[in-house]
T-cell receptor
Framework: DARVTQTPRHKVTEMGQEVTMRCQPI?????VFWYRQTMMQGLELLAY????????DSGMPKDRFSAEMPDATLATLKIQPSEPRDSAVYFC???????????FGPGTRLTVT | GENVEQHPSTLSVQEGDSAVIKCTYS??????FPWYKQELGKRPQLIID?????GEKKDQRIAVTLNKTAKHFSLHITETQPEDSAVYFC????????????FGKGTHLIIQP
């Protein structure tokens, strides 16, 4: 049963530090999404890639967030510098090219103190 | 952009009864409407979805209906069981060719024994 994997699962860091979250999509899935979940805002789309090319990052604060896909098996989301308001669960999801269904990873719970 | 409204925010039903959760969307170009179930501390899991060319879809105790004219869709769970207790999210995508999901705020479904 193939699944999206994410590392780390939990991260506690101090304000101002750099945070990097990683995602391994399901093999063969060519579209990768990053979402953020908070109690106040719910689930929000941050960015997504198709065939490693960024298609939409309008949901991402541009000054501190960056997302990349160095290769087809790895997507990264970086925050620099981190702020307390970035505390959230960050989910990666992937989708095969011929389908609409998105499959979520277990998430990275980020706490910025 | 797309806006998805979801009601109610909390729903308590007796075990064995039916539960209905409703969502409305704003972008008439949206063409894909999934429902996700999320248990505490876990990833959102796709439970059923519907495309805009279909009015209804059923999978055992779960069904989804879509009214494109009114721009609303609903999740129906029959013969509810304790394991149905979770937060349920509706979502929409596809407007303007966008693949990212816009989520509702979620419904906390409580099954009373």
């Amino acid at each position: 049963d193939a699944r999206v994997t994410q590392t780390p699962r939990h991260k506690v860091t101090e304000m101002g530090q750099e945070v990097t979250m990683r995602c391994q999509p399901i093999l063969g899935h060519n579209t990768v999404f990053w979402y953020r979940q908070t109690m106040m805002q719910g689930l929000e789309l941050l960015a997504y890639f198709r065939n490693r090319a960024p298609l939409d990052d309008s949901g991402m604060p541009k000054d501190r967030f960056s997302a990349e896909m160095p290769d087809a098996t790895l997507a990264t989301l970086k925050i620099q510098p981190s702020e307390p308001r970035d505390s959230a669960v960050y989910f990666c999801a992937s989708r095969p090219g011929a389908s609409y269904e998105q499959y979520f990873g277990p998430g990275t719970r980020l706490t910025v103190t | 952009g797309e806006n998805v409204e979801q009601h109610p925010s909390t729903l308590s039903v007796q075990e064995g009864d039916s539960a209905v959760i409703k969502c409305t969307y704003s972008d008439s170009a949206s063409n894909y409407f999934p429902w996700y179930k999320q248990e505490l501390g876990k990833r959102p899991q796709l439970i059923i979805d519907i495309r805009s060319n279909v009015g209804e879809k059923k999978d055992q105790r779960i069904a989804v209906t879509l009214n494109k004219t009114a721009k609303h869709f609903s999740l129906h769970i029959t013969e509810t069981q304790p394991e149905d207790s979770a937060v349920y999210f509706c979502a929409a995508s596809g407007g303007g060719g966008a693949d990212g999901l816009t989520f509702g705020k979620g419904t906390h479904l409580i099954i009373q024994p």
